[in-house]
């Protein structure tokens, strides 16, 4: 007897562990990418620590398993195309680690509605946080021209993109494509009147900050996204989305020019975004098996390079979901990846509806759009090139296995 409830004990200690971490994770997620590392390590190792000591506690396997395993496999192989192996290794293992590790702790820690409730709620306060240090950066005006994220010649009346605790404004937004997905999710699926209004304000003041930086590309994808959910699933919401759209056509031009500028052949950023993909395409020609190296695009640009020809300009990645990731591990590699982000995008809009909980329905409805609104995006940007995003993209899959998977008390 003394045994078991020392082992017990263990068990809740660990239990303790691991859930405390997971809030921290959500939350710090969008403040601090130290702290964020920090306790993805505490909790991975306190549930590692769990599944070899307790023998109650079994690994749950899940749908993504083999294409996670592909995923990883193939872009542990490209390690060995790559200009700089070592570079690449060590990119590989620190990125992919996170990866995986972040999806497999919270679909094999999380199985009851509580969990999910605390751990969205955690991340709600965060998410409201950095909006407000966004406002907070454009009422006091940071002067971005420096940064070169605006062709200063055609926008010179564009002096302040908001970017929050964000690297920059693309990944900023990318972010909060997400969390405006889940609001409207929610708000379209439960009937209470107080989180329909909840989620309602929500939804404008991040929609007002997303505006704030002026990304053309996520801006567009989010409208993209719910204008064809507005015809196929609710034609009102379509057209308050146009009178939205038009509102803010009327009193803000600057964002009405920047969305249109997209369009635009002599804008500098889209000439140098089909530049770039060319030159990537060109990459993947020449290495559609094994890539030419995970992490290493930046190496093997200039190779490629026939728009820019300045050494001193660093070209990070390919500003195209699709194809940075088929020229860095290769078409197979690329498979895979795929196969998580359209497998769980089906599996979130092709869930029967869940009776007993309006809440899970908003939000499986809300994570399918967001994935959607990645993948409208990806042709344009490559925001899950920033590993807080791409945990956010992998805690997505992992939320969407737990409420298919689970029947959650």
């Known amino acids: 007897m003394q045994n078991i409830s020392v082992e017990n004990k263990k068990e809740m200690y660990l239990d303790w562990m691991i859930q405390k ?101 955690a991340m709600l306060i965060a998410g409201i946080g950095a909006v407000g240090y966004g406002f907070y950066q454009y009422i006091h005006g940071i002067d971005i021209t420096s940064m070169l994220w605006v062709d200063g010649d055609q926008f010179p009346e564009l ?132 890539g030419v190296g995970w992490g290493s695009y930046f190496m093997v640009y200039p190779y490629y390079d026939f728009f820019i020809n300045n050494p001193d300009v660093l070209i990070v990645h390919a500003h195209n979901m699709y194809l940075n990731i088929a020229a860095e591990i290769g078409l197979l590699g690329f498979m895979a990846f795929c196969s998580v982000l359209f497998g769980a995008m089906h599996m979130a809009f092709s869930k029967p509806q869940i009776r007993e909980s309006q809440l899970l329905n908003g939000l499986m409805l809300g994570f399918g759009l967001a994935l959607a609104c990645i993948a409208v995006n990806g042709f344009t940007d490559y925001v899950l090139f920033n590993i807080e995003l791409s945990m956010l993209f992998w805690i997505i899959n992992a939320f969407i296995v737990i409420i298919q998977r689970e029947r959650l008390d």
């Open 21 to 121: 971490s997971i809030l921290a994770l959500g939350f710090f997620l969008v403040l601090s990418p130290m702290l964020t590392t920090i306790f993805l390590l505490i909790g991975s190792s306190a549930w590692l620590i769990k599944l070899f000591l307790i023998k109650e506690c079994n690994f749950k396997r899940t749908i993504f398993d083999i294409p996670i395993a592909c995923f990883a496999g193939f872009g542990a192989i490209s390690v060995f195309a790559s200009l700089d192996t070592g570079f690449s290794f060590y990119n590989f293992y620190n990125l992919m680690g996170q990866y995986v590790l972040v999806y497999y702790l919270f679909v094999q820690n999380i199985s009851t509605m509580k969990q999910i409730k605390q751990l969205i709620i």
């Open 159 to 290: 002096k302040t993109r908001v970017f929050s605790t964000m690297q920059n404004p693309n990944i900023f937004a990318g972010y909060l494509l997400v969390m405006l997905s889940m609001f409207f999710g929610v708000f379209t699926k439960v009937s209470s009147q107080k989180i329909k209004s909840s989620m309602a304000i929500l939804f404008i003041l991040f929609f007002a900050c997303l505006t704030l930086t002026y990304c053309r590309g996520a801006i567009l994808s989010l409208a993209l996204v719910l204008a064809f959910y507005g015809i196929i699933k609710n034609k009102r919401l379509f057209f308050m989305m146009i009178v939205a759209g038009l509102i803010v056509a009327v009193f803000d031009t600057s964002i009405t020019e920047r969305i249109m500028s997209a369009f635009n052949a002599d804008d500098s950023s889209s000439q140098m975004r089909m530049a770039m993909w060319e030159s990537t395409v060109a990459m993947i020609i020449e290495h559609p098996i094994f």
